[in-house]
């Protein structure tokens, strides 16, 4: 017999997939399309469920960098995966995480510059695929 699953079981389950068949970039998209879109009741559980996945990279490039294997996830690993997670929002709805009920990461001013950077790149390159369409 079927047993109707709850939304959060559902997401799980496409979180859990999204985490063992593709990098964590794609599951930071994911989770911006689902708090972006669906308005999760509770964001905070999804942040504190799958940070350490996306944090991975992160990590990875922490103990390169230490040269050392060994080393635990730190509040910047964390921090710098929040980040991501916000940039990939601002991207699909132009709005913060604190209008998702997390909290907005702080940012340094070469990571702010770094951020409009790359929207204005993107924006850039908009334009020149369309200009065609305007001659």
């Not at 389950?13 to 308005?39: G, R």
């Not at 990279?57 to 080393?71: E, I, K, S, T, V």
């Not at 997670?85 to 702010?112: D, I, M």
Request: glycine residues 2%; proline residues 4%; negative net charge.
């Amino acid at each position: 017999m079927w047993k109707k699953r709850t939304a959060r079981e559902q997401w799980h389950d496409a979180i859990h997939n999204v985490i063992v068949t593709t990098s964590p970039v794609q599951l930071w998209k994911l989770l911006a399309m689902v708090l972006s879109m669906s308005h999760p009741a509770d964001p905070a559980y999804l942040w504190l469920t799958y940070r350490d996945a996306r944090a991975e990279d992160y990590l990875l490039q922490y103990h390169q960098h230490m040269m050392n294997m060994n080393l635990p996830y730190q509040d910047r690993i964390y921090h710098m995966a929040l980040i991501d997670l916000e940039n990939n929002t601002y991207n699909l709805a132009n709005q913060p995480l604190e209008g998702y009920g997390l909290q907005s990461p702080k940012r340094s001013v070469e990571e702010e510059l770094h951020t409009d950077i790359i929207a204005c790149d993107d924006i850039c390159e908009y334009v020149t695929d369309k200009e065609a369409l305007f001659l």
